[in-house]
């Protein structure tokens, strides 16, 4: 059975700092592009980014330079640093792991809420 757990949700003020985690089990950790999508009240869920096996990372552009998508392959995790937090960013984040090659092969997360607010 597929489980991604995340976790390190909150709420913080305008200019701070979180760390997302997604503990990912059931799936050859390695095999999978691992992701962070958000969705804001009212809107589609977006990518934030993304992060392959080999250390590719793919990124939106509202997060540029103020993100950063790194993995552990010994804990099966992957994380998301976010800096620089805005309002904007505030949004149920999820964990995605899709098994590289396929668009079929993807899991979701069960989500978490990051709230930007003074």
């Known amino acids: 059975q597929v489980q991604l757990v995340e976790s390190g949700g909150g709420l913080v003020q305008p200019g701070g700092s979180l760390r997302l985690s997604c503990a990912a089990s059931?799936?050859?950790?390695?095999?999978?592009?691992m992701g962070w999508y958000r969705q804001a009240p009212g809107k589609q869920r977006e990518l934030v980014a993304t992060i392959t096996s080999g250390g590719d990372t793919n990124y939106a552009d509202s997060v540029k330079g103020r993100t950063t998508v790194s993995r552990d392959g010994a804990k099966n995790t992957v994380y998301l640093q976010m800096n620089s937090l805005k309002p904007e960013d505030t949004a149920v984040y999820y964990c995605?792991?899709?098994?590289?090659?396929?668009?079929?092969?993807?899991?979701w997360g069960q989500g978490t809420q990051v709230t930007v607010s003074s």
């Open positions: 995605n792991s899709r098994l590289l090659g396929s668009v079929t092969n993807y899991y």
């Open positions: 059931g799936i050859v950790f390695t095999r999978y592009v």
